[in-house]
């Protein structure tokens, strides 16, 4: 996921540029870049990493003009480095881009073949050329992006500028989103809202197939064969800093709502729906040079971790472990050279998972970092990342960082297993599918997440809690417990369902609100058996179940539906309502929902 910036005017274009990339580096900060059209010529600034880079850069060598484009880059393709960074630029054209060009392997060659040369790794390349090449034919700048995009297979927000026409920006997408702020006599386009709203709350939001041609004075919309386009302006009631929260209440709402996008931008660089394939570009390791997987983390990414178990033996048959890092680094672990270390971690800089990273790497292990931030501790340790792209997480308990680690781990089980050729490429295309229509899913999920408001509203006052979970769903039961305590403060326990006889049971009774996941699967039947021994002693029972429901429905005092998928998704759908659970709860105790007591967003002690 990138952010990108376009600014036409009369102000200092590389100042609002600046302000607006600020705005949007949540979006990714490997590397940053603007560039400026001033006096008929392109002044080019393109730093590696965060932001405050290109901001040194530009404040030691300031760049006069009123027109530019802008961008902060999250690596898809072509790894952080300034000429990898954006914007990219041939013959005058300079070209910021979001998204991904699927088909850009071909395109370089036919472009090779007519000569061109690239200087990057990258992608987005492929449309300066493409682009320039129109251009050189002497067609306008919009038409010449039209004609580029008519070559392209993929997703796109791009911004363009040429020094052939000085007063215009065109601006496209598909799939990628692409808002155009009208100002007085100065227009600026991004990414996401709140980068336009130092200029202005009035914006057009293009849509799939729109270009955008604009100039001080007038923006118009046309699709990509030319034909002009109405797109009504909205007022944009948002002040900037809500904005920071994209108008929820609090950064955890947002986050939990941000799981379909970045779900969606974790899978998408990763995976071929048609082949089924998935790949990791910078991933050398072999399953074959495996004997044993352990899988090390804290906390929520730990309950990550124990679902990464069924996946990774469940698809690749690899023997795999999962510890929490504070006891594998103390426990003298059996780590050789064909073991492989999985650290999950959102921050990249908890200690713990740190040391034991650490721990491995010296027994020799292979290290994979599943993480959230780029050049985290973490990552420079890893031999390899398979970066979750979920954007900053700001709200302490993690959330969106969660379900997009269970889906990387999905991916990498699902990698191993057609490297090991123990999954066929037709069943890969099914299980790719499946993943491809996950984030629909939980957008249902979401769009009723005022039925879980209202349980809420009737459960606040519980002192305590138990959570049950069967199978891949237990670790859910233990992550909806921990979402419970550290936003409410209230007791929550997450348990095997069938280890209830063994001990927890004694607990129940009607001040014990009982949370039981019960998606209709193999261990339905044994569910059931569960709800009813609880119900026996006078316990309340809030079950998640699937559409369709009836036999745990009618045994329940309340419910929640979500729709059904595949085994190894079913724990990504069943976490939404527990993070909403323990949201609201929250927010009806009065708790800091954002900064909970005694909790820091990472850990970084031991
Ligand atoms: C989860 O909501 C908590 N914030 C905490 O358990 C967290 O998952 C744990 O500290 C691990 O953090 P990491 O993923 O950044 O390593």
């Not at 379909?260 to 390791?285: H, K, Q, V, Y």
């Not at 979750?388 to 969660?402: C, D, L, N, Y």
């Not at 019960?518 to 339905?524: G, H, I, L, R, V």
């Amino acid at each position: 996921m990138c952010g990108i910036v376009g600014y036409i005017g009369s102000r200092n274009a590389s100042d609002v540029l600046i302000d607006g990339l600020r705005r949007l580096e949540y979006r990714g900060y490997d590397s940053s870049g603007l560039a400026v059209l001033h006096d008929g010529r392109i002044e080019l600034r393109r730093t590696v990493g965060k932001l405050s880079k290109l901001i040194n850069n530009v404040s030691k060598r300031p760049v006069a003009g009123t027109i530019g484009i802008g961008h902060t880059r999250w690596a898809t393709h072509g790894r952080p480095s300034e000429e990898n960074a954006h914007p990219h630029m041939e013959g005058g054209v300079a070209v910021v881009h979001n998204g991904i060009i699927e088909n850009y392997l071909a395109l370089r060659e036919e472009l090779k073949k007519e000569g061109a040369r690239f200087k990057s790794e990258t992608d987005t390349e492929i449309l300066a050329h493409l682009i320039s090449r129109e251009v050189r034919q002497g067609r306008s700048l919009e038409d010449s992006v039209m004609r580029a995009l008519h070559h392209v297979k993929g997703t796109y927000a791009i911004a363009v500028i040429s020094r052939h026409e000085p007063n215009k920006i065109v601006g496209a997408r598909k799939e990628c989103p692409l808002i155009v702020g009208l100002g007085q006599k100065e227009v600026v386009l991004s990414s996401d809202i709140p980068a336009i709203l130092d200029i202005t709350r009035k914006a057009l939001f293009l849509e799939d197939g729109d270009v955008a041609v604009i100039t001080r004075n007038r923006v118009a919309i046309k699709t990509l064969n030319g034909q002009d386009v109405e797109r009504a302006p909205v007022v944009v009631d948002w002040t900037p800093v809500m904005a920071e929260k994209g108008g929820y209440r609090h950064f955890m709402l947002k986050e939990i709502f941000e799981q379909p996008r970045a779900i969606t931008d974790t899978f998408r660089g990763n995976l071929m729906e048609e082949s089924g394939d998935i790949f990791f570009s910078d991933l050398s390791l072999s399953p074959g040079d495996i004997d044993r997987i352990y899988i090390i983390a804290c906390g929520t990414s730990w309950h990550a971790g124990l679902v990464g178990k069924f996946l990774m033996e469940g698809f690749s048959a690899i023997p795999t472990e999962v510890d929490l890092a504070s006891e594998f680094r103390y426990r003298n672990p059996l780590v050789g050279r064909k073991t492989l270390v999985i650290a999950i971690s959102q921050s990249g800089e908890t200690a713990d998972t740190l040391a034991a990273v650490r721990e491995a790497k010296r027994k020799g292990a292979y290290i994979i970092a599943i993480c959230n931030v780029m050049e985290s501790s973490i990552t420079r340790d890893a031999h390899w990342n398979l970066m979750t792209r979920a954007g900053p997480e700001i709200g302490v308990a993690s959330t969106k960082a969660f379900t997009t680690q269970l889906v990387s781990l999905y991916m990498l089980s699902l990698y191993f297993a057609r490297k090991l050729k123990r999954i066929d490429e037709k069943k890969g295309r099914e299980l790719v599918q499946e993943l491809v229509r996950l984030p629909m899913k939980l957008e249902r999920v979401l769009n009723e997440s005022g039925v879980v408001e209202d349980l809420a509203r009737r459960y606040f006052h519980y002192s305590d809690f138990l959570y049950l979970g069967r199978g891949i769903n237990y670790p859910i039961a233990l992550e909806g417990a921990l979402k419970l305590k550290e936003i409410s403060y209230i007791h929550a326990e997450g348990y095997p369902a069938g280890e209830m006889k063994h001990g927890p049971i004694a607990l129940i009774d009607e001040n014990m609100p009982v949370v039981v996941l019960a998606p209709n699967d193999s261990s339905y039947p044994k569910i059931i058996g569960n709800v009813e021994e609880v119900r026996a002693r006078g316990g309340r029972i809030i079950a998640i179940v699937n559409d369709g429901d009836r036999e745990v429905k009618e045994r329940s005092d309340d419910f929640i539906t979500v729709p059904s998928a595949p085994y190894y998704l079913m724990p990504v759908i069943l976490t939404l309502p527990l993070q909403l659970l323990a949201y609201y709860i929250a927010v009806f105790k009065g708790t800091d929902v954002d900064q909970p007591r005694n909790l820091a967003k990472s850990v970084t002690v031991e």
